[in-house]
């Protein structure tokens, strides 16, 4: 009798690791899993389908071609080919698993109302093909269903929820392990697109010049500008944050926001830093509480699976918006006649990215200057930065408009005068966002309107003409967006602050 073993080995079956927003190979978690069990085939997948999430915005589109090009080159240093697909995943990752063989798909987890779904359904259907499937915590430090309130239910408040997250948050962040020695697979049978298809980088017009000059997307820019923010950023950070002419804060976001780095990697970095240097204490915590409303907002998302489209307050989804194009427009193009304002849409259109602060007082500005709904200066964002998150977006916008929760309240409206003039007391910023308005003297850059009419001789500025009039009057614009709030309080005694 033949012993069962007798003949050739079979070929070692493959497991597919499939890239989502984890375009990275350090500490990911099921590139890890894939790696421990031999060799590795990759796969990442423009999804494709009416359900399948939203379009990504232009600015979001650059990004990826350029991380996803990185992420070839990384994984080809291991000998591993990134096979690109586009389409339904429900059908390609099935499929895809078939024709490699593979014994194991492995993926890390994303936390939207439309994913969840999709994700779920892939999952059965290879369960049922008898492929092992390994999906993982990587996007966050804590899932959305660990941490809860004393009673059992989902927080609501940050500050609470940051108070019993951080020691989950440490526990998990130290868990950040190399990965093992990586081994292809043959991915013979499959053959993949080729990015230049996609059409992902704008062509006419071309703007993205201003996102190559201040981006570099993929693992290695990642691992840079977390290095410069800890060694030269990370003191001072707590005040520094909010002087938005300064490069105080780590330009993180889209690199975490695609998963070039782990948030536990940054995490496990400034506290590191924060034992090497008590000095560092105080500035560190601000930093760390910074990733937790990352934390909080993703639990948001998935605990309420409208919140990324709907007012999160109920009583805010009858607030008497405008619709003013015209209004959305100038807000869009930084022609409001509020320089910090202006400054901040520049700054944004030039580089994909703005400063918190800023993003703060020119989202407050369109909803409530000019009463225009949350959700088309979301919109805008989306299309606008590279940082575009879901969770994140809808949570600053919420937040800023009052409707979230933890948010400001409605009625607490942001003078931008007065906000520029504290958090830009020099005029840096301005200057260098509106340089039509840069030989204004400090005490009229952020108030141009009220300079006298030799001061703007002198300073080559015509209002109107080289530099616009305030769309909308503060004081009227405050006023119109108390009324439309005391209407909204007529007909809804329910949570409005
Ligand atoms: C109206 C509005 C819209 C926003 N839209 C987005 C968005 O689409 N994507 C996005 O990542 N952030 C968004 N934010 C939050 C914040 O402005 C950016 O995360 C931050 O400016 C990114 O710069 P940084 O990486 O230098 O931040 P740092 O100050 O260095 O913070 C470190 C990291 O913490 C996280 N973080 C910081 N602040 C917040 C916050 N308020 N909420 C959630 N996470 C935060 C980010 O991942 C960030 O990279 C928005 C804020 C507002 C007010």
């Given at each position: 009798m033949q012993p069962a073993h007798s003949g050739p080995n079979p070929p070692a079956r493959p497991s597919l690791v499939w890239f989502r927003e984890d375009l990275r190979i350090d500490d990911h978690p099921a590139l890890a899993a894939a790696a421990q069990a031999g060799q590795v085939c990759?796969?990442?997948?423009?999804?494709?389908?009416?359900?399948?999430?939203?379009?990504?915005?232009?600015?979001?589109?650059?990004?990826?071609?350029?991380?996803?090009?990185?992420?070839?080159?990384?994984?080809?240093?291991?000998?591993?080919?990134l096979i690109l697909l586009r389409g339904d995943t429900r059908q390609l990752i099935p499929t895809l698993a078939k024709s490699l063989g593979a014994e194991s798909v492995h993926w890390n987890r994303r936390y939207y109302a439309w994913s969840r779904p999709v994700d779920a359904a892939i999952k059965a259907d290879l369960t049922g093909m008898g492929v092992q499937v390994g999906t993982h915590k990587a996007y966050v430090l804590t899932e959305p269903w660990e941490i809860k309130t004393g009673s059992g239910g989902n927080f609501k408040v940050f500050t609470p929820f940051f108070r019993a997250a951080q020691s989950s948050c440490d526990a998990w962040a130290e868990l950040a392990a190399p990965t093992p020695p990586l081994t292809g697979c043959s991915g013979a049978?499959?053959?993949?697109?080729?990015?230049?298809?996609?059409?992902?980088?704008?062509?006419?017009?071309?703007?993205?010049?201003?996102?190559?000059?201040?981006?570099?997307?993929?693992?290695?820019?990642?691992?840079?500008?977390?290095?410069?923010?800890?060694?030269?950023?990370?003191?001072?950070?707590?005040?520094?944050?909010?002087?938005?002419?300064?490069?105080?804060?780590?330009?993180?976001?889209?690199?975490?926001?695609?998963?070039?780095?782990?948030?536990?990697?940054?995490?496990?970095?400034?506290?590191?830093?924060?034992?090497?240097?008590?000095?560092?204490?105080?500035?560190?915590?601000?930093?760390?509480?910074?990733?937790?409303?990352?934390?909080?907002?993703?639990?948001?998302?998935?605990?309420?699976?409208?919140?990324?489209?709907?007012?999160?307050?109920?009583?805010?989804?009858?607030?008497?918006?405008k619709n003013d194009s015209s209004a959305l427009r100038a807000w869009q193009r930084g022609q409001t006649g509020y320089p910090i304002v202006d400054a901040g849409m520049r700054q944004l259109w030039k580089t994909g990215w703005m400063h918190n602060r800023v993003r703060m007082i020119v989202a407050s500005f369109l909803v409530k200057h000019l009463l225009q709904d949350w959700r088309a200066g979301e919109a805008w964002f989306w299309d606008t930065l590279v940082d575009a998150d879901v969770a994140n977006n809808a949570a600053g916008w919420q937040w800023v408009a009052g409707c979230g929760a933890d948010a400001a309240p409605y009625f607490r409206i942001f003078n931008p005068m007065s906000q520029g003039e504290k958090f830009d007391p020099d005029g840096n910023y301005v200057r260098t966002w509106v340089p039509e308005l840069a030989k204004l003297p400090n005490k009229y850059l952020h108030r141009p309107f009220e300079a006298p009419t030799e001061i703007l001789r002198l300073s080559g500025v015509h209002l109107g003409r080289t530099y616009p009039l305030p769309i909308v009057n503060h004081e009227k614009g405050r006023k119109q967006a108390l009324d439309a709030l005391a209407s909204l309080k007529q007909t809804h005694s329910g949570d409005l602050v």
């Amino acid at each position: 009798m033949q012993p069962a073993h007798s003949g050739p080995n079979p070929p070692a079956r493959p497991s597919l690791v499939w890239f989502r927003e984890d375009l990275r190979i350090d500490d990911h978690p099921a590139l890890a899993a894939a790696a421990q069990a031999g060799q590795v085939c990759a796969v990442y997948i423009l999804e494709e389908g009416a359900d399948l999430g939203r379009p990504l915005g232009g600015a979001l589109k650059w990004w990826l071609h350029h991380s996803l090009t990185s992420l070839q080159a990384n994984l080809a240093e291991h000998g591993i080919e990134l096979i690109l697909l586009r389409g339904d995943t429900r059908q390609l990752i099935p499929t895809l698993a078939k024709s490699l063989g593979a014994e194991s798909v492995h993926w890390n987890r994303r936390y939207y109302a439309w994913s969840r779904p999709v994700d779920a359904a892939i999952k059965a259907d290879l369960t049922g093909m008898g492929v092992q499937v390994g999906t993982h915590k990587a996007y966050v430090l804590t899932e959305p269903w660990e941490i809860k309130t004393g009673s059992g239910g989902n927080f609501k408040v940050f500050t609470p929820f940051f108070r019993a997250a951080q020691s989950s948050c440490d526990a998990w962040a130290e868990l950040a392990a190399p990965t093992p020695p990586l081994t292809g697979c043959s991915g013979a049978a499959v053959s993949s697109e080729k990015l230049e298809d996609w059409d992902l980088l704008p062509i006419a017009p071309d703007w993205s010049g201003g996102l190559s000059q201040t981006w570099q997307p993929g693992e290695v820019g990642a691992h840079k500008r977390l290095k410069r923010f800890i060694d030269k950023a990370l003191l001072g950070y707590g005040d520094g944050r909010n002087i938005p002419s300064k490069p105080a804060t780590s330009f993180l976001s889209p690199h975490l926001h695609f998963g070039e780095i782990s948030i536990r990697r940054v995490w496990n970095a400034a506290r590191a830093a924060m034992r090497a240097n008590p000095a560092l204490q105080a500035d560190g915590q601000v930093f760390l509480s910074e990733l937790g409303w990352r934390e909080f907002s993703t639990q948001l998302i998935y605990h309420y699976e409208d919140f990324p489209q709907e007012s999160w307050k109920e009583a805010f989804r009858s607030f008497p918006w405008k619709n003013d194009s015209s209004a959305l427009r100038a807000w869009q193009r930084g022609q409001t006649g509020y320089p910090i304002v202006d400054a901040g849409m520049r700054q944004l259109w030039k580089t994909g990215w703005m400063h918190n602060r800023v993003r703060m007082i020119v989202a407050s500005f369109l909803v409530k200057h000019l009463l225009q709904d949350w959700r088309a200066g979301e919109a805008w964002f989306w299309d606008t930065l590279v940082d575009a998150d879901v969770a994140n977006n809808a949570a600053g916008w919420q937040w800023v408009a009052g409707c979230g929760a933890d948010a400001a309240p409605y009625f607490r409206i942001f003078n931008p005068m007065s906000q520029g003039e504290k958090f830009d007391p020099d005029g840096n910023y301005v200057r260098t966002w509106v340089p039509e308005l840069a030989k204004l003297p400090n005490k009229y850059l952020h108030r141009p309107f009220e300079a006298p009419t030799e001061i703007l001789r002198l300073s080559g500025v015509h209002l109107g003409r080289t530099y616009p009039l305030p769309i909308v009057n503060h004081e009227k614009g405050r006023k119109q967006a108390l009324d439309a709030l005391a209407s909204l309080k007529q007909t809804h005694s329910g949570d409005l602050v």
